[in-house]
């Protein structure tokens, strides 16, 4: 019985077009971030814009060698760690990491988990206590919602705010204040992202902030910050976003989340706090006290990514990122706002000519910032580019039989009519990749103007001179 209830269940959502699928990308190392189909469309080589891989680290070869005479160099190395954090799967190994983790990210303390999931969910079932309030963006990832179901904090106190929206978190600090739950015995908690990973636009952290300090003391201020995208790429080194914004030795944040499947092309996540939250995540959090601890494979993968990004060449990667990521949203703005397309395809409104490249404006910024690579890289748009549609899965398609791969994202990964195709740059996808993947894109929308028509192939798509064009 119960399988049929699950056929039914899985039928329905099938129905809908909403049924997720696990489909295959075995990545091959190439210069132009080129991946091998290995699905029912053959093995044909596309380039990947889909991948979190921002810094392309994930194949280059120097981070390989650094990782392979580092494992296999260390007598101390086995496969797995074979035990939990608090029983036998902790190691030197795995606290000099921790060392290097905190010391790199300018941070008090650190905790290492297996993922940025997990890390999530142990900082907010753990760390509220059972008064506190809890005030999250819209927009947070699933896994900040998760912590927060499983926290002792009552359901009435655990309030969103509109995505982005100091003005909004101003209004339900008020609304607070004015009902007296403002009380000297509450913490209030804020939960953001960097970078967010749908639209790829920044926090405005510093106006946050200001808005928490305006009604509350900084000792009951607890931010906590989601750093999954923004690690590796923003700051110093790839220190984080809260870095780059001098604010990583602010009180009021509480906790900084850096993982390490994304820029850093590797697996596992390190909550950045004081060494009480530490502690105390230790003896309460139960992903952490429950799971098998990181192998030692991902703890030595994870030593030569931070040699890379403390090596010049990472901060060139970022740049690079950067620089494909501005190629792109000037190439798509260039042709969309000429052709009266906005109803096939948009970028959204931070992405439009005239806005501040979505991310940071000057006025936005503290003014401790003098470093004009930080400068740049906050006003730039993150590598995260949505190109926003209601036919999602015919642009992604269309580009897979173009050689480009993009991914669509539907419902209800994203709310009801928010489809897109997300894009997302690399340091290795060259110019060329880029300008073909705007031609492709403004072919499609063409196509899509005029009526189908014979889907091109890679010999037809037109030149980046006349994508602007089309």
């Known amino acids: 019985m119960l399988d049929d209830q699950l056929k039914s269940a899985l039928e329905r959502r099938r129905a809908k077009g909403t049924l997720r699928q696990l489909t295959v990308f075995s990545t091959q190392p190439s210069s132009s971030s080129s991946t091998s189909s290995a699905s029912a469309a053959g093995n044909s080589r596309l380039i990947d814009f889909s ?16 990782f392979i ?26 606290e000099r990491l921790e060392r290097e983790l905190v010391h790199h990210f300018d941070a008090p303390s650190g905790l290492l988990f297996n993922s940025g999931y997990e890390a999530n969910v142990s900082i907010f079932s753990t760390l509220l206590q059972p008064h506190d309030i809890v005030l999250f963006d819209s927009l947070v990832h699933a896994s900040v919602h998760d912590g927060i179901r499983r926290s002792r904090t009552s359901q009435q106190l655990r309030l969103p705010f509109q995505h982005n929206s100091a003005r909004d978190l101003d209004r339900i600090l008020r609304e607070l204040q004015q009902r007296g739950q403002l009380t000297v015995n509450r913490n209030v908690w804020l939960a953001v992202e960097s970078v967010y990973s749908m639209d790829g636009d920044l926090c405005p952290l510093p106006a946050l902030l200001d808005v928490l300090s305006g009604y509350l003391p900084n000792d009951r201020i607890c931010a906590v910050v989601d750093e999954a995208h923004s690690t590796g790429l923003y700051g110093r080194q790839g220190r984080g976003f809260v870095h780059s914004l001098g604010l990583h030795r602010d009180s009021r944040i509480k906790a900084r989340l850096m993982t390490f499947g994304k820029a850093m092309g590797a697996s596992g996540a390190v909550v950045l706090c004081s060494e009480t939250a530490k502690q105390f995540l230790i003896n309460y959090a139960r992903p952490l006290i429950f799971s098998t601890a990181l192998g030692y494979p991902a703890l030595f993968a994870l030593e030569a990514v931070i040699k890379a990004l403390q090596d010049k060449r990472g901060e060139q990667r970022a740049q690079s990122t950067f620089h494909n990521s501005c190629r792109l949203v000037s190439g798509l703005n260039s042709f969309n706002s000429t052709q009266g397309s906005q109803e096939i395809l948009s970028l959204p409104q931070h992405l439009l000519p005239g806005q501040s490249g979505a991310q940071l404006d000057a006025a936005s910024m ?81 196509s899509q103007q005029h009526g189908p028509s014979t889907p091109a192939s890679s010999s037809n798509i037109a030149s980046p001179m006349l994508a602007s064009k089309l």
């Not at 979190?52 to 981070?63: A, G, T, W």
């Not at 549609?389 to 992604?396: G, K, N, V, W």
């Not at 993009?406 to 340091?427: M, N, S």
């Open 366 to 446: 503290p003014t401790t910032i003098d470093d004009d690579h930080i400068t740049q890289t906050l006003a730039s748009p993150s590598p995260i580019i949505p190109l926003l549609t209601p036919h999602a899965r015919s642009l992604a398609a269309y580009l897979r039989q173009n050689g480009l791969l993009a991914r669509p994202i539907c419902y209800p990964t994203v709310p009801r009519g928010e489809d897109r195709v997300r894009i997302c740059l690399h340091a290795d996808n060259t110019p060329r990749d880029v300008d073909r993947l705007i031609a492709c894109v403004a072919q499609w929308v063409r």
């Open 51 to 66: 991948s979190n891989d921002y810094l392309s680290l994930s194949s280059c070869p120097q981070v390989r060698r650094d």
């Open 69 to 94: 005479d580092a494992f296999t160099s260390s007598p101390d190395a086995k496969l797995g760690s074979t035990g939990s954090r608090l029983l036998d799967g902790n190691s030197a190994i795995h």
